[in-house]
């Protein structure tokens, strides 16, 4: 463990614009507030106080995952979502094994968000097979889907693996509101408690209270947020992020952004500078672009990653809220269509609720309780 990253951080770095030959880290004694500065003065590397509010729900959060049993099941998470209860009804009464009973499965694939291409795939190839009579009753034929299901996803089951670069940055990107600080937060606390050094960039620098919320992140996890005020060049803060990160020695540095909409034009193309900037330092960086996607948002997720991938080069997603009303199908719609891999799945709003992705696992938690394996 690095000695700076016991200590209450009190050193600053200078800003630096997507121009400077020569990155300059100051490391005068100073904190700064950095909300109180406009763009252009020193970028603050703090552990700074969030507001009474934003401690007292930081330690709420903590004090309640900290009472949450260890590990909830995958089922237990994903038990709000309508592919379960979907089958469920479909299955209820071990149905007759007929082309009929196939067409309402594809229909409750593609309710649960599924798409209709992979939904058409999968239950074309369980009608051949049920036509050469491969499958004795309805149970059977679950069997195989649940099988067909695995094979989809476990092609994009790949961890992602920080060590190999120091440090390994990970660049956060998505639409508003999609969970991306959450993700940050979520991850700083799994990276941590894996014995990482962490660094936060706070490069969301469009919204007002994106800032203090990292912060309240990087708090509650003991990790420095390097930030600069609102409206500062997010390039900027996150070119300076890396410096510092580098200069301590860190081993992950994950940077936020702001969210964005691909009719954004001028969001958009930060997203481009920012990537261009942090070559300057390091010619690999960012090591993974890591697009976070709510699973709420149905089958726009897809074009959501179209979209950012063409612009920035996604090289890993995380598919958050499937905790909640989301259908959870997205996920086999995504892997078929981009083959990317799926890093994590957001399985909750406090700090551990965010899980590897596991295609098993994932699988078995959606499907009926009758019908998957734990
Ligand atoms: N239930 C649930 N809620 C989540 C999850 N991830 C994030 N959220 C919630 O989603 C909301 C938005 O999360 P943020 O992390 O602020 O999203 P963001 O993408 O950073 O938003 P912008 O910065 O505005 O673009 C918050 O209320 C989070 O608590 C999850 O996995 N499950
Ligand atoms: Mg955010």
Do not use: C
């Not at 709000?80 to 594809?106: C, H, I, M, Q, Y």
């Not at 936060?200 to 994106?210: E, V, Y």
Request: hydrophobic residues 45%; charged residues 25%; aromatic residues 4%.
């Amino acid at each position: 463990m690095l000695k700076f990253w016991k200590k209450k951080p009190t050193e600053t770095a200078s800003a630096t614009t997507e121009d400077a030959q020569e990155p300059q880290v100051d490391t005068k004694a100073d904190v700064v507030a950095a909300e109180s500065h406009p763009q252009d003065l020193p970028v603050a590397l703090t552990e700074a106080p969030a507001s009474d509010e934003q401690a007292a729900a930081a330690e709420t959060a903590v004090a309640v995952s900290a009472e949450a049993p260890a590990k909830r099941s995958w089922r237990e998470r994903l038990a709000g979502n309508s592919f379960a209860r979907g089958l469920g009804t479909l299955f209820v009464r071990n149905p007759k094994l007929d082309d009929d009973l196939l067409d309402e499965l594809e229909t409750t694939l593609i309710t649960a968000d599924v798409g209709v291409e992979a939904s058409t795939a999968l239950v074309e190839a369980l009608r051949k097979r049920m036509h050469k009579r491969e499958f004795a009753d309805a149970p059977a034929l679950l069997d195989a889907l649940r099988q067909a299901l695995v094979a989809l996803l476990q092609p994009v089951e790949k961890p992602l693996q920080v060590s190999g670069k120091q440090p390994f940055v990970v660049l956060v990107v998505g639409i508003n509101g999609a969970g991306k600080t959450t993700t940050i937060g979520k991850l700083a606390r799994r990276w941590s408690d894996e014995k990482h050094a962490v660094m936060l960039a706070a490069g969301d620098t469009f919204r007002a209270a994106a800032v203090e919320q990292l912060k309240t992140w990087g708090e509650r996890n003991k990790v420095p947020v390097i930030s600069q005020g609102q409206d500062a060049d997010a390039a900027s803060v996150i070119f300076d992020a890396l410096q510092a990160a580098r200069s301590r020695g860190a081993d992950v540095l994950i940077a936020d952004t702001a969210g964005r909409l691909h009719t954004q034009g001028g969001l958009m193309d930060e997203l481009g500078k920012i990537a261009r900037v942090l070559k300057k330092i390091d010619a690999d960086a960012p090591h993974e672009v890591l697009m976070v996607i709510d699973g709420t948002t149905g089958q726009n997720a897809v074009n959501q990653v179209r979209q950012f991938r063409e612009i920035v080069g996604v090289t890993g997603l995380v598919v958050t809220k499937l905790d909640g009303t989301a259908k959870g199908g997205v996920v086999f719609a995504l892997a078929r269509e981009f083959g990317l891999p799926i890093r994590f799945v957001g399985l909750g709003e406090s700090a551990t609720d965010l899980r590897t992705f596991d295609a098993q696992a994932y699988v078995d938690g959606l499907l009926p309780a009758s019908l998957g394996r734990d």
